[in-house]
């Protein structure tokens, strides 16, 4: 205890919505101009679209856009009252043409200038379309777009007026512009309100000022006003506010001081977050704040857990390669299971949009002498490895200019490694790496600085000091094969030396012209550390599958650290996970493995660890290691965190105050939700802890707890927090509403 230096406090608002509104607002989308432009006209006029999943899956459907300009409406003129809706705000981009494997797939029949596919956020698939005539798909295209564009640039207000507008909308069942008690008493079930009859009439006779037994929508927002209106917010407001009605600059610079624990800078900045948030402009004139934009700047991104300055790129990138964690996927062609699933580029480009920067590729002889990929010996479907490359030249760059690792597993014949030779300098060109920097043999790897905009590939090389007689060869079995032959004690034969006799006698040979394009990333076999930091040079790497890296973090931390700083080291999950789970990276990254191989299509725990160490930096996919994984002497060893030259253990204290509109997880009649939250950090050993709430009955519209949960964090470096909330069950498990995750040293305190 007498270590622990820093004190961390964190008040942590469940956020969901944090809602102030002038009542004066008619939010009428009529006036908001976008219903107006000509493509939205076409979308709200509606239009027959073929929906195609398939070359065989081609049917029609009735599209068009709803009056709120947000939601798109479709069915099937089969289908009687059955419909579905999507909102804009889940569609990512527009892709015009023949640009998803299932439009190219129907190419002939279906002309590029009929073809458009809408892309989601998140793991939802696309939805591929084609309209009756070029105009209609244009129209639809660029409607689609300034819809995504207007909900992209909608200010904090004009995304709340639109949020209480959608409801409105959905609870006036007759269309009348007017809702009456039943329809709010529905309402209030629909946002997850379990509210006594009596308290919710005495709001709406409240905001019933014509008292006509109905509210029009300024009424509405009145009801909204005093429905979420946050007690716990405004007792904090009210402990700074002179006058109760706004914090005077000064009164906000404290608030700044003793609850965001912010220093010097608080003057100034009090100053900005008035002209940012507070909406009044006679406030802002007077220097104050209102309790309006109080709320308002708690939840914008600056009120948020996540150091705003830690988003963007600040980290050092002009260090070697070793020196960083890398974003990394597993199988990255498959979208589903390991046995049966779908290979598919679509595949590729979820992951590289997330800022995955090492792909892996499983090629294959093709029948035809073109190369594919799929999952060796398995049932999942096949790609060409050509049009792989292809995706990786559009897709690379979008969200990150830093290298991308193309991991290369490689099966096929010489001929056919020549062929994929070819095809990686013709479709690549410049932006794959094939010589060394600077000219000479590096003692340390390149930065990512270096290799910004390249391509490097990871394979076996020809040349190097690898014994060629190494007994413990077999056929050219890759390490997944090897785990799911249950062999997992024997050596991982994933990187045998290039040209070796087999136990067969036969030669498994490379192509000279796949082996010339591996510069910095040349596969071997793992001997040893002992024999790694006698003879391995720092562009050979080697590939552990789960169990061995475990292991050997176990045996060997400190030495699994020390390798780490000169030498790439990649991790892949065993190949008895058929189901494409994943395993707990937290336990690679202790130990300073950089190319930490996930399944990216399975969400759950694992992923959100990696969306969370790799949620700073800029999202470029590279994050720098704390300074003791750098230093090529470092005695750090995760299971003695202790021992380390500058061991400073730190405090973490969350007080966990209050939630609101948390979503409904079961969809029965009726069913309200029981919140917890949870507090789970991952790091070394030591600091995995987790602690949580009690559950609130009945409430997922504005729960309450006020409680405080307590940590003390060894190597905060290390370490992740990921807040969960869940839906308690007593009866059976409780059921997962959402989380968050972040770094620890991401986290601003306040």
Same mark, same amino acid.
């Given at each position: 205890?007498?270590?622990?230096?820093?004190?961390?406090?964190?008040?942590?608002?469940?956020?969901?919505?944090?809602?102030?509104?002038?009542?004066?607002?008619?939010?009428?989308?009529?006036?908001?101009?976008?219903?107006?432009?000509?493509?939205?006209?076409?979308?709200?006029?509606?239009?027959?679209?073929?929906?195609?999943?398939?070359?065989?899956?081609?049917?029609?459907?009735?599209?068009?856009?709803?009056?709120?300009?947000?939601?798109?409406?479709?069915?099937?003129?089969?289908?009687?009252?059955?419909?579905?809706?999507?909102?804009?705000?889940?569609?990512?981009?527009?892709?015009?043409?023949?640009?998803?494997?299932?439009?190219?797939?129907? %190419?002939?029949?279906?002309?590029?200038?009929?073809?458009?596919?809408?892309?989601?956020?998140?793991?939802?698939?696309?939805?591929?379309?084609?309209?009756?005539?070029?105009?209609?798909?244009?129209?639809?295209?660029?409607?689609?777009?300034?819809?995504?564009?207007?909900?992209?640039?909608?200010?904090?207000?004009?995304?709340?007026?639109?949020?209480?507008?959608?409801?409105?909308?959905?609870?006036?069942?007759?269309?009348?512009?007017?809702?009456?008690?039943?329809?709010?008493?529905?309402?209030?079930?629909?946002?997850?309100?379990?509210?006594?009859?009596?308290?919710?009439?005495?709001?709406?006779?409240?905001?019933?000022?014509?008292?006509?037994?109905?509210?029009?929508?300024?009424?509405?927002?009145?009801?909204?006003?005093?429905?979420?209106?946050?007690?716990?917010?405004?007792?904090?407001?009210?402990?700074?506010?002179?006058?109760?009605?706004?914090?005077?600059?000064?009164?906000?610079?404290?608030?700044?001081?003793?609850?965001?624990?912010?220093?010097?800078?608080?003057?100034?900045?009090?100053?900005?977050?008035?002209?940012?948030?507070?909406?009044?402009?006679?406030?802002?004139?007077?220097?104050?704040?209102?309790?309006?934009?109080?709320?308002?700047?708690?939840?914008?991104?600056?009120?948020?857990?996540?150091?705003?300055?830690?988003?963007?790129?600040?980290?050092?990138?002009?260090?070697?390669?070793?020196?960083?964690?890398?974003?990394?996927?597993?199988?990255?062609?498959?979208?589903?299971?390991?046995?049966?699933?779908?290979?598919?580029?679509?595949?590729?480009?979820?992951?590289?949009?997330?800022?995955?920067?090492?792909?892996?590729?499983?090629?294959?002889?093709?029948?035809?002498?073109?190369?594919?990929?799929?999952?060796?010996?398995?049932?999942?479907?096949?790609?060409?490895?050509?049009?792989?490359?292809?995706?990786?030249?559009?897709?690379?760059?979008?969200?990150?200019?830093?290298?991308?690792?193309?991991?290369?597993?490689?099966?096929?014949?010489?001929?056919?490694?020549?062929?994929?030779?070819?095809?990686?300098?013709?479709?690549?060109?410049?932006?794959?790496?094939?010589?060394?920097?600077?000219?000479?043999? *590096?003692?340390?790897?390149?930065?990512?600085?270096?290799?910004?905009?390249?391509?490097?590939?990871?394979?076996?090389?020809?040349?190097?000091?690898?014994?060629?007689?190494?007994?413990?060869?077999?056929?050219?079995?890759?390490?997944?094969?090897?785990?799911?032959?249950?062999?997992?004690?024997?050596?991982?034969?994933?990187?045998?030396?290039?040209?070796?006799?087999?136990?067969?006698?036969?030669?498994?040979?490379?192509?000279?012209?796949?082996?010339?394009?591996?510069?910095?990333?040349?596969?071997?076999?793992?001997?040893?550390?002992?024999?790694?930091?006698?003879? %391995?040079?720092?562009?050979?790497?080697?590939?552990?599958?789960?169990?061995? %890296?475990?292991?050997? %973090?176990?045996?060997?931390?400190?030495?699994?650290?020390?390798?780490?700083?000169?030498?790439?080291?990649?991790?892949?999950?065993?190949?008895?996970?058929?189901?494409?789970?994943?395993?707990?990276?937290?336990?690679?990254?202790?130990?300073?493995?950089?190319?930490?191989?996930?399944?990216?299509?399975?969400?759950?725990?694992?992923?959100?660890?990696?969306?969370?160490?790799?949620?700073?930096?800029?999202?470029?996919?590279?994050?720098?290691?704390?300074?003791?994984?750098?230093?090529?002497?470092?005695?750090?060893?995760?299971?003695?965190?202790?021992?380390?030259?500058?061991?400073?253990?730190?405090?973490?204290?969350?007080?966990?105050?209050?939630?609101?509109?948390?979503?409904?997880?079961?969809?029965?009649?009726?069913?309200?939700?029981?919140?917890?939250?949870?507090?789970?950090?991952?790091?070394?050993?030591?600091?995995?802890?987790?602690?949580?709430?009690?559950?609130?009955?009945?409430?997922?519209?504005? *729960?309450?707890?006020?409680?405080?949960?307590?940590?003390?964090?060894?190597?905060?470096?290390?370490?992740?927090?990921?807040?969960?909330?869940?839906?308690?069950?007593?009866?059976?498990?409780?059921?997962?509403?959402?989380?968050?995750?972040?770094?620890?040293?991401?986290?601003?305190?306040?």
């Amino acid at each position: 205890e007498k270590h622990l230096e820093q004190f961390v406090d964190i008040c942590f608002f469940l956020a969901a919505h944090f809602h102030w509104h002038d009542t004066r607002i008619a939010m009428d989308p009529e006036g908001s101009r976008i219903q107006d432009d000509p493509d939205v006209k076409v979308m709200m006029a509606g239009a027959t679209l073929r929906k195609v999943k398939s070359r065989l899956w081609k049917r029609q459907r009735h599209f068009r856009l709803l009056e709120d300009g947000q939601t798109i409406w479709y069915k099937s003129r089969w289908a009687g009252k059955g419909h579905s809706t999507f909102s804009i705000t889940e569609v990512e981009a527009v892709r015009e043409g023949h640009q998803s494997e299932v439009l190219l797939s129907n %190419a002939e029949e279906f002309p590029a200038d009929l073809c458009f596919t809408l892309v989601f956020h998140g793991r939802q698939g696309n939805l591929d379309l084609v309209a009756e005539s070029p105009e209609e798909a244009q129209a639809w295209i660029q409607g689609v777009r300034k819809l995504i564009h207007k909900v992209q640039t909608m200010d904090e207000k004009e995304r709340l007026d639109q949020w209480v507008w959608d409801w409105f909308q959905k609870a006036d069942k007759n269309k009348d512009g007017k809702m009456n008690f039943k329809e709010v008493r529905k309402l209030l079930k629909m946002m997850n309100v379990d509210m006594n009859e009596e308290h919710a009439l005495h709001l709406f006779t409240m905001a019933d000022k014509s008292e006509s037994g109905s509210l029009e929508i300024e009424q509405f927002v009145h009801f909204y006003k005093m429905l979420t209106q946050r007690d716990e917010v405004w007792k904090v407001f009210q402990d700074y506010s002179g006058d109760g009605e706004k914090l005077m600059l000064e009164e906000l610079e404290n608030f700044l001081i003793m609850e965001q624990q912010e220093g010097e800078q608080s003057a100034q900045h009090a100053q900005e977050l008035t002209d940012r948030y507070e909406p009044s402009e006679s406030a802002k004139k007077q220097g104050a704040m209102s309790f309006d934009g109080f709320q308002m700047y708690l939840c914008s991104q600056e009120g948020s857990i996540f150091k705003p300055e830690h988003r963007d790129l600040y980290q050092d990138m002009s260090q070697p390669l070793s020196h960083y964690f890398i974003s990394s996927s597993h199988n990255t062609y498959l979208l589903e299971d390991q046995l049966r699933g779908q290979s598919s580029l679509e595949a590729y480009i979820q992951a590289l949009k997330r800022g995955c920067r090492c792909i892996e590729v499983d090629c294959w002889d093709g029948s035809d002498g073109e190369p594919v990929v799929y999952h060796g010996h398995t049932l999942t479907s096949k790609i060409l490895f050509r049009d792989i490359i292809s995706t990786l030249k559009e897709y690379a760059f979008k969200v990150s200019d830093f290298p991308v690792i193309l991991s290369l597993e490689n099966h096929c014949g010489v001929e056919q490694q020549t062929v994929m030779a070819q095809h990686l300098s013709q479709i690549l060109g410049d932006t794959l790496l094939t010589t060394l920097l600077d000219g000479s043999v *590096p003692q340390q790897l390149p930065s990512p600085q270096d290799l910004k905009g390249k391509v490097l590939l990871k394979a076996k090389k020809i040349g190097g000091l690898e014994d060629c007689l190494d007994e413990t060869l077999t056929d050219e079995v890759s390490d997944e094969e090897e785990m799911a032959n249950d062999d997992a004690e024997s050596p991982s034969t994933e990187d045998p030396p290039a040209e070796c006799l087999n136990h067969k006698g036969k030669k498994s040979k490379l192509s000279r012209e796949l082996s010339d394009l591996v510069v910095y990333c040349k596969s071997v076999h793992f001997h040893g550390f002992e024999h790694a930091s006698l003879h %391995a040079k720092c562009y050979e790497m080697s590939s552990f599958s789960e169990s061995k %890296a475990k292991r050997l %973090a176990k045996d060997a931390g400190a030495d699994f650290v020390q390798y780490n700083t000169r030498q790439l080291s990649r991790i892949y999950p065993s190949g008895l996970r058929t189901d494409s789970s994943n395993y707990n990276p937290q336990d690679m990254w202790n130990v300073g493995c950089q190319i930490v191989a996930l399944n990216f299509q399975t969400a759950g725990l694992e992923m959100d660890l990696n969306d969370g160490l790799f949620g700073q930096n800029g999202c470029c996919g590279y994050v720098l290691k704390p300074d003791f994984m750098r230093d090529g002497n470092t005695q750090f060893s995760p299971e003695k965190p202790e021992e380390r030259r500058g061991y400073k253990p730190l405090r973490l204290s969350i007080q966990v105050i209050s939630g609101q509109q948390l979503p409904k997880v079961n969809q029965k009649e009726g069913s309200i939700v029981d919140p917890l939250v949870r507090v789970e950090i991952y790091g070394v050993p030591r600091d995995q802890a987790k602690e949580e709430t009690s559950h609130i009955n009945n409430n997922g519209f504005n *729960p309450v707890w006020n409680e405080t949960l307590n940590f003390v964090i060894h190597t905060p470096e290390l370490a992740l927090v990921r807040f969960v909330v869940e839906d308690h069950d007593k009866a059976s498990r409780n059921d997962f509403m959402g989380q968050f995750t972040l770094p620890f040293t991401c986290i601003q305190a306040g």
